[in-house]
């Protein structure tokens, strides 16, 4: 009788509870389990793809037969230095800088209005409005700015009718930003790029202001500060790691957006044309790839500065 009992097959549910309590006991050996699988994952797709990106570079291509030659020099970085490719990095800089000052300009007070007086279904309307563009296409969003900004868009029509044709004439005519119309230029450019990551700025800010104690603003007042000094000396500082991480979002993505200048703006190329057209139409892998390597040591310079900054110390 005892030896038939004892053959009895452990029943499921006991196996599992065991299993379950083992871990329990075994706190490190449960957070092992957790962390290796997404571990593993990001590095060896994200971080061994960088590393297969940063060798790429340090090779070179055949001038003659076109094939890549894999041995270690510095000939590709070398290349990033010539004119055209300076100003390919410049732009692209420079317009990544632009749209993220212009975001957090605009950002802000939207931010700030969520933040402090928005309540309940207003509130959940604020978050409804800032989320809906991002459920759309990106690219439905694109050629629909881009049917916007042509020379018989709603823009133009709308500009003609307030009066602003001319001021937006004048800027078309400027050689460094203009063109034929709005969908051929910088300046469309600038607008759709703000357009598709401006939410990525007001959130981050608004979660920063919404960490702003209350008292805070109030101890200010009632020390005698004016509602610009409260704001510069109280909310705008405690709000600045929002809008650090929402800086990270704009200018980051800005810098490797490689479809919105294809579809709008002028044919000169940014960072992230370039390495399309580098590793796809011409076949320059290394030089696409040291292309590519420039947005992530920009980003890496960026963070270093936030940090000693002390931009993250809220987080």
């Known amino acids: 009788m005892t030896a038939g009992v004892l053959d009895l097959p452990i029943p499921r549910e006991s196996l599992s509870r065991r299993f379950s309590d083992a871990l329990f006991r075994r706190q490190g050996l449960l957070l092992t389990l957790l962390l290796v699988p997404p571990l593993l994952w990001l590095g060896i797709v994200y ?10 570079s340090f090779f070179s291509i055949d001038e003659f037969s076109g094939t890549i030659v894999r041995e270690f020099t510095l000939k590709t ?63 439905v969003k694109v050629y629909a700015w881009k049917l916007l900004l042509a020379k018989e868009g709603a823009v133009a029509w709308a500009a003609d009718r307030i009066g602003a044709m001319p001021m937006i004439d004048g800027l078309l005519s400027a050689p460094l930003i203009g063109g034929p119309s709005l969908s051929v ?87 992230g044309q370039a390495v399309y057209v580098l590793q796809g139409t011409a076949g320059n892998i290394p030089l696409a790839a040291a292309f590519a390597v420039v947005p992530i040591m920009v980003m890496a310079v960026y963070l270093l500065a936030a940090k000693r900054l002390g931009a993250f110390d809220a987080f």
């Open 77 to 139: 970085y070398a290349e990033l230095l010539q004119p055209a490719n300076l100003d390919v990095i410049l732009r692209t800089v420079v317009m990544a800088a632009a749209v993220t000052l212009a975001s957090a300009i605009l950002a802000f007070p939207v931010a700030y209005y969520a933040a402090r007086y928005a309540y309940g279904r207003m509130k959940a309307a604020f978050y409804l409005a800032i989320m809906m563009p991002l459920w759309s296409s990106y690219l």
């Open 185 to 271: 230029s910088y300046i469309g450019q600038f607008l759709v790029f703000i357009y598709l990551w401006l939410p990525f700025m007001i959130l981050p800010i608004q979660a920063a202001l919404e960490r702003v104690p209350g008292s805070l603003v109030e101890a200010s007042a009632d020390l005698g500060a004016s509602p610009n000094q409260t704001f510069c000396t109280v909310v705008l500082p405690l709000a600045m790691p929002g809008v650090a991480a929402g800086s990270i979002f704009t200018f980051s993505l800005t810098l490797g957006d490689y479809i919105l200048p294809q579809i709008i703006g002028p044919s000169t190329l940014l960072l």
């Open 47 to 56: 971080v061994g793809s960088l590393i297969a990106l940063l060798l790429q």
